[in-house]
């Protein structure tokens, strides 16, 4: 994306010019906030979703044997949800019932 913004303003790389400067200059959103928003609408959806629903039992089940490697383990959808509720302030032990008013959740993730 960034590539196809250098060229559309004629910019190059011998211009020193960084890509923060040049998506300030668009108005463009970073790439990692576009995907956090998405994430974030995409679990408010699924927490309006029925119980019965395959998607929502994922989200609430764990696994009941297995073990896991050694080092950090990796981050589980919820975990990424809570990294990405914390730049908006939004409250870690609040957020399934704000996400349950369809309005309100969706200024929230904007």
Same mark, same amino acid.
């Given at each position: ?42 679990? *408010? $959806?699924?927490? !309006?979703?029925? #119980?019965?629903?395959?998607? =929502? ?5 764990? /696994?009941?044997? *297995? $073990?896991?490697? !050694?080092?950090? #383990?990796?981050?589980?959808? =919820? ?5 990405? /509720? ?25």
């Amino acid at each position: 994306m960034m590539r196809h913004l250098r060229s559309i303003k004629r910019i190059t790389w011998m211009d020193k010019v960084t890509n923060k400067e040049i998506l300030e200059g668009t108005g463009l959103p970073y790439m990692e906030d576009l995907l956090n928003r998405k994430n974030l609408r995409w679990t *408010g $959806h699924l927490m !309006r979703m029925s #119980p019965d629903r395959l998607q =929502k039992q994922v989200l609430h089940s764990q /696994l009941s044997f *297995g $073990h896991r490697k !050694r080092g950090r #383990p990796r981050l589980r959808f =919820k975990d990424t949800i809570k990294i990405n /509720l914390k730049p908006r302030y939004i409250k870690t032990d609040t957020w399934t019932s704000l996400s349950q008013q369809r309005d309100k959740w969706k200024a929230l993730c904007k």
